[in-house]
């Protein structure tokens, strides 16, 4: 079974300050997709971002960037020039293709002015 | 982008009684849904996957016969919750995918379900 974990439970960062949340995880696959979930206080899951584990290239989606370490089961996700409305729940979640999302236990990042 | 909605939003109801939540995919067709359930500043738990036209599978620990999964059609799941008890009380999320193969999971806005 795959597991991910989420090393840091809450974090904060100041507004349009750079904050980075870990995320690693165990597998023995080699093909699968990782994912970054926010989840703001109206609970909607929204994807952040997400990134195939064959791509070398990490996944970049405007101010959200990896850092996809793949031998390390390493998935850190970036937020740069942090907004009040990031503040959220952070999920990361391992996938194996055709299974379900695995998540971990999640980061509450608050943003603050 | 695709729309998964749920309904109903969140619901009261009376022990023992029987709560069915529904999970549908506005703009696409989804051959896979998946049920999860969280609890208060936690993660998301799978519950079971659901594929159009067949049994759902349930993860270990969650009793079949309390949470009835149907997927009857490429658009619709439901969760029913029999003989509800105040420890099923949770939130209940979906999620869609239109093919099995495919990697993107869209999610419902979940069901808040509290059993008096």
């Known amino acids: 079974a795959q597991t991910v974990t989420q090393s840091q439970p809450e974090m904060s960062v100041q507004e349009a300050e750079t904050v980075t949340l870990s995320c690693t995880y165990d597998t023995s696959e080699n093909n699968y997709y990782l994912f970054w979930y926010k989840q703001p206080p109206s609970r909607q899951m929204i994807l952040v971002i997400r990134q195939e584990a064959y791509k070398q290239q990490n996944a970049t989606e405007n101010r959200f960037s990896v850092n996809f370490q793949k031998a390390a089961k390493s998935f850190s996700l970036k937020i740069s020039d942090s907004q009040l409305g990031d503040t959220a729940m952070y999920f990361c979640a391992f996938m194996k293709l055709g299974y379900a999302l695995n998540f971990g236990k999640g980061t509450s990042l608050l943003v603050t002015p | 982008g695709a729309v998964v909605s749920q309904h109903p939003s969140r619901v009261i109801c009376k022990s023992g009684t029987s709560v069915k939540i529904e999970c549908r995919s506005l703009d696409f067709q989804a051959t896979t849904m998946f049920w999860y359930r969280q609890f208060p500043k936690k993660s998301l738990m799978l519950m079971a996957t659901?594929?159009?036209?067949?049994?759902?599978?349930?993860e270990q620990g969650v009793e079949k016969d309390k949470f009835l999964i149907n997927h009857a059609s490429l658009t619709l799941s439901t969760l029913t919750v029999t003989s509800a008890h105040p420890e099923d009380s949770s939130f209940y999320i979906c999620?869609?995918?239109?093919?099995?193969?495919?990697?993107?999971?869209?999610f419902g806005p979940g069901t808040r379900l509290t059993v008096l």
């Open positions: 999620s869609a995918k239109r093919t099995a193969s495919t990697d993107t999971q869209y």
């Open positions: 659901s594929n159009e036209g067949s049994k759902a599978t349930y």
